[in-house]
């Protein structure tokens, strides 16, 4: 792990609602609970995306990035507008059910179910389709997103308690 890190140049932490979408070489970090992440990744164009959202719609709050629906449709229309929308590698993490708030009473899915869920139909929507991830479960995940060829290396962390 200290090689993929030591290997880039330009290393980013990426916090809850934010993005990060570029055409250059960067290793992309973040921790996820119930929350996900999409990477989108376009080989022919060096074109590298990834989101971290919390909550499954944006209902109506189409600029918070917070939201998967939100997060994802913005990431993608960047890939669009940088033409590399074709050939779009796309892979989903996270969404694991670690949370107690908002949980399955009302709708039969905790959070993070609903935010894969969400996160799901989206990219179908998109006509795109998933080329891998690693989803659901009772533990979070760390991941590390190298933007120069797609990869995301992945650690499950322990579970507390």
């Known amino acids: ?22 055409l250059k ?17 376009s080989p022919d164009r060096g074109f590298g995306a990834i989101c971290h959202a919390m909550l499954p719609n944006a209902s109506g709050q189409s600029k918070d990035m917070r939201y998967v629906d939100a997060a994802l ?28 708030v908002g949980s399955a009473e009302s ?17 179908a929507s998109l006509g795109l389709s998933v080329a ?5 479960g009772l533990v979070g995940r760390k991941l590390f997103f190298c933007t120069r060829d797609g990869d995301v290396y992945l650690r499950k962390m322990r579970r507390i308690g």
Do not use: W
């Open 1 to 22: 792990m200290k090689d993929l890190i030591t290997s880039h140049i330009h290393n980013i932490y990426l916090k809850p609602g934010e993005v990060v979408v570029t």
């Open 132 to 136: 891998g991830g690693d989803t659901g």
């Open 73 to 100: 449709l913005y990431i993608y229309r960047k890939a669009q507008e940088c033409g590399a929308s074709q050939k779009l590698v796309v892979k989903l993490f996270g969404g694991a059910r670690v949370l107690n």
């Open 25 to 41: 070489p960067v290793l992309v970090s973040t921790v996820l609970g119930s929350c996900v992440a999409v990477t989108l990744f």
């Open 107 to 123: 709708t039969g899915y905790s959070v993070g179910e609903q935010n894969v869920a969400r996160a799901l139909e989206v990219i």
